[in-house]
């Protein structure tokens, strides 16, 4: 089982970047999906999260609006569009992978960088 995440980067604050994680290993289009960031000295936290099918998404408070969770399922990739970037994004961004009729993840990714900094 893999899950890649590309796509961070250094940005300045307003500024855009699109997040991809690419899935191997296992079946992905039964797995909803979610992103995590954890800042230098915090705790992980949840960000978004997309259904199987990707007819469903969340977002937590901070990000709505500007941030948008999406997936390819032939692809195998899920994506986080994040827009108007703030220096509280600042985070390391894993993606994660949840089996049917689980609450937690059962795979994670190694993590992307994200650096919001005029």
């Known amino acids: 089982v893999q899950l890649v995440e590309a796509g961070g980067g250094l940005v300045q604050p307003g500024g855009s970047l699109r997040l991809s994680c690419v899935a191997s290993?296992?079946?992905?289009?039964?797995?909803?999906m979610r992103w995590y960031r954890q800042a230098p000295g915090k705790e992980r936290e949840y960000v978004a999260s997309?259904?199987?099918?990707?007819?469903?998404?969340n977002y937590v408070d901070s990000v709505k609006g500007r941030f948008t969770i999406s997936r390819d399922n032939a692809m195998r990739t899920v994506y986080l569009e994040m827009n108007s970037l703030k220096p509280e994004d600042t985070a390391v961004y894993y993606c994660?992978?949840?089996?049917?009729?689980?609450?937690?993840?059962?795979?994670w990714g190694q993590g992307t960088q994200v650096a919001v900094s005029s």
């Open positions: 994660a992978a949840v089996r049917p009729t689980y609450h937690t993840p059962n795979y």
């Open positions: 997309i259904s199987s099918t990707g007819g469903s998404t």
């Open positions: 290993g296992f079946t992905f289009r039964d797995y909803s």
